[in-house]
């Protein structure tokens, strides 16, 4: 079956760094997004990566290793809201997106 | 970016009534829609995929007689949660992608309550 794993929640303090990890078993390979959603509302577009390496925008940063079948949102400068849910999803061989269950950021002062 | 937007953001219905959720893709014509399903601290849930003019493919365990979508013009696909019952209350959501672009665009989604 397919399998995407990320923890459900992590605490950071504002001005630190954090970083998300996400694992995945998918039938096949067509992409990796990070979304951001805030509750309540519907998913934001982070980033894409579709090759190895990093994708740097701004404060996000993303990696991937497909031969690991492993990515990593990277957060810098920690801001009050950036308190969110984080979703890992992967373009599957059918072009679905599969997603990951998010992972739960909080911010403290 | 592209704009997708989904209507309404809420309704409270009643048990057996039903309930119809419109999503549009503003600035671009949708290729593809898709409608998702997320209950409360859980992930998003494919419902199914919609293609203009044709019939929407629906995910393993969706009753397609229930959940009934049109997709009638490429920039307009409907949602309509037939006979609702307080366990359909969710958070739905629509996104859009259009041909040669990766990312899906999502719509502000839509909180259904049924009572």
């Known amino acids: 079956g397919q399998n995407i794993d990320q923890p459900t929640e992590m605490t950071a303090t504002e001005g630190a760094i954090v970083q998300i990890n996400c694992t995945y078993q998918t039938s096949g390979f067509n992409g990796l997004f990070w979304y951001q959603q805030h509750a309540g509302e519907a998913p934001t577009f982070l980033s894409y990566?579709?090759l190895d390496g990093l994708e740097e925008k701004g404060r996000f940063s993303s990696f991937l290793s497909r031969s690991k079948g492993y990515s990593y949102l990277l957060l810098k400068e920690l801001q009050m809201k950036d308190s969110a849910s984080y979703l890992c999803a992967v373009k599957d061989s059918n072009y679905q997106l599969i997603w990951g269950a998010g992972t739960k950021l909080i911010i403290k002062p | 970016g592209a704009v997708v937007s989904q209507h309404p953001s809420w309704v409270i219905c009643k048990s057996g009534t039903s309930v119809k959720i419109e999503c549009r893709s503003l600035d671009f014509q949708a290729t593809t829609m898709f409608w998702y399903r997320q209950f409360p601290k859980q992930s998003l849930m494919l419902m199914a995929t919609?293609?203009?003019?044709?019939?929407?493919?629906?995910e393993q365990g969706v009753e397609k007689d229930k959940f009934l979508i049109n997709h009638a013009s490429l920039t307009l696909s409907t949602l309509t949660v037939t006979s609702a019952h307080p366990e359909d209350s969710s958070f739905y959501i629509c996104?859009?992608?259009?041909?040669?672009?990766?990312?899906?665009?999502f719509g502000q989604g839509t909180r259904l309550t049924v009572v």
């Open positions: 990566n579709v």
């Open positions: 996104s859009a992608i259009y041909r040669g672009h990766t990312e899906a665009f």
């Open positions: 919609s293609n203009e003019g044709s019939k929407a493919t629906y």
